[in-house]
């Protein structure tokens, strides 16, 4: 059974930094892209990052600079560092993979809040 699960949320101030991690098993680790999502309110969820096997990755625009996505294939986990945090990076973030032919998994997200 492959499961996600995210931790490293929690309250910090604008300016302020976070590192979320995302503990993957029951799968090849390094066979698969790890994704990082986000709901802030009212808004849907969005992708954040993503790391592919060969370490390539991709941010979305608002974050790029800030956040970095990392993965560690030995403790099949995968992260993600937040600096430079403002107010709207408040939501609850996502880790996601996905399975050619078994579709996707998520965890069961953890809630960044940016406030001073």
């Known amino acids: 059974e492959v499961q996600l699960q995210a931790s490293g949320g929690g309250l910090v101030q604008p300016g302020g930094s976070l590192r979320l991690s995302c503990a993957v098993s029951g799968l090849t680790f390094s066979s698969y892209y790890m994704y990082w999502y986000r709901q802030t309110p009212g808004k849907e969820r969005e992708l954040v990052a993503y790391?592919?096997?060969?370490?390539?990755?991709y941010y979305v625009d608002g974050v790029k600079g800030r956040f970095t996505i990392s993965r560690d294939n030995i403790k099949s986990a995968h992260f993600l560092q937040m600096n430079s945090l403002k107010t709207e990076d408040t939501g609850v973030y996502f880790c996601?993979?996905?399975?050619?032919?078994?579709?996707?998994?998520w965890g069961q997200g953890t809630l960044v809040t940016v406030s001073s």
């Open positions: 996601r993979t996905q399975i050619g032919g078994r579709g996707e998994y």
């Open positions: 790391i592919g096997v060969r370490g390539n990755t």
